[in-house]
Structure formats: C-alpha cells, structure tokens
C-alpha cells in the first residue's frame, strides 16, 4: 500500500503548491482594489510618522507604500522650479511624502486610468512612483492631482506587523481626505475618529481587511 500512500501524498502537496501559487498571484489585484488611510497613534516610535495620516496600498511584491497626506511643504511646484513654464499651473503646495527618496517628485492622482505605471489605493485614487508616469501627469494633469517629495516604504509583513504591534490605526480612503485643502487639523480628526470606530465595532474595522491583504 505504500505506492498508493507516496501517490496520494504527492497529489495533495501538488494541490497545496498551486493553491498557494494562486493565492500568491491573486494578491496584488486584490490588494489594488483595497487601499487604506494609517493613522499614527501618538506612541508610534519612528519619528518620521509623529502625528501623521498616510494614504498607503499594496505593490505586486507584497511590500506596502504611501505617502502622507497632512504635511504640506512651504513651497509649490511652480515655486521649486519657477523657471520650468509647464509647472507654472501647479501653485498648490507640494507635501512631505515620507522619508524614501525624499527628493524625488511622487504624485496622488484621481482617474478612472492610470496614464501610466501608478498602484490603485481604493476607487479611482492612484499612487504615482515612476518618472515617466509623473511626467505624464505634470503634462495632462487629472482634476484631482496633488505631488509629493518622497514616498513610506515597508517590506512584506513589515506593515502588518506594526499595526499588530498597535502603532497605527487603520481606515477606509477617503478622496475627499486624501485631497484636502487644511490638513492642519487632520491628525487630531481622524485619531478620534479611528477610536469611535475601534470602541464601537472593533470586529468590523479596516484592520482586518489590511490583515487579509498583507497575508
């Protein structure tokens, strides 16, 4: 009975191969549809992330990127570089992405495409990282368009494990958030609001979404 015993072994150690084969290739596109907002929590240890909100989503590879979104720089685009003419439109602030290339320009986009290489945070909100992407939308720019300088970056499991650790505080996007004008105020905001929702209904917060997106 032992070929029969080895043959039955192989098949469901085949099956339990593909089976994580396919979960590991159904990932990214699920997680593209799932963005989320991070909210530190006021003992979060990496001082980059004091009193910060990131909008952040899932790359093919597993790692987690954003960018925050209520540090805005004392300098527009068209101010940093006043001699480009194609820039002179862009006279919102730039933000403070985060502490990864903190001198290359990143931008958050709303559309129902991307123009380009950009990672899907929830809905029609885009994270835009690649050159030629950002060029892109500098020359055709989307009604809702915001730049950044630098990007948060964290390796596969690192995130998770954070918001495990209780760093952070997770919910749903929000474009109206993600694109507000006065971020003066935001942290305070949405850390009561993060609580309410924990208090009320721990079993129902976006947590467990990031958790079943960043298996």
């Not at 990496?46 to 990131?54: A, K, S, Y």
């Not at 101010?79 to 290339?101: C, H, S």
């Not at 964290?154 to 749903?172: F, I, S």
């Not at 507000?180 to 208090?199: H, P, Y």
Request: hydrophobic letters at 50%; aromatic letters at 8%.
């Amino acid at each position: 009975m032992r070929p029969l015993r080895l043959c039955v072994d192989l098949a469901i150690a085949r099956l339990l191969v593909a089976l994580v084969a396919a979960l590991a290739f159904a990932l990214p596109a699920a997680a593209d549809e799932r963005g989320f907002l991070i909210v530190a929590k006021p003992h979060v240890p990496d001082p980059n992330f004091r009193r910060t909100v990131l909008l952040v989503t899932q790359a093919p590879d597993g790692a987690a990127l954003g960018v925050i979104i209520n540090r805005p720089a004392n300098k527009s685009l068209a101010e940093a570089v006043p001699e480009e003419p194609k820039l002179a439109r862009f006279t919102e602030p730039l933000y403070l992405g985060g502490p990864v290339e903190r001198i290359g320009l990143f931008a958050v986009f709303r559309a129902a495409t991307a123009p380009g290489d950009a990672f899907r945070a929830g809905g029609d909100l885009w994270i835009a990282l690649a050159p030629p992407t950002v060029e892109a939308l500098i020359n055709n720019p989307p009604e809702a368009l915001r730049f950044y300088l630098g990007y948060a970056g964290w390796a596969p499991g690192q995130l998770r494990g954070e918001v495990d650790r209780g760093d952070w505080w997770v919910l749903d996007p929000d474009p109206e958030i993600v694109f507000r004008k006065d971020t003066k105020d935001l942290w305070e905001e949405l850390a009561k609001r993060a609580q309410s929702v924990t208090t009320r209904s721990p079993a129902r917060t976006p947590a467990l979404a990031l958790a079943r997106a960043m298996r």
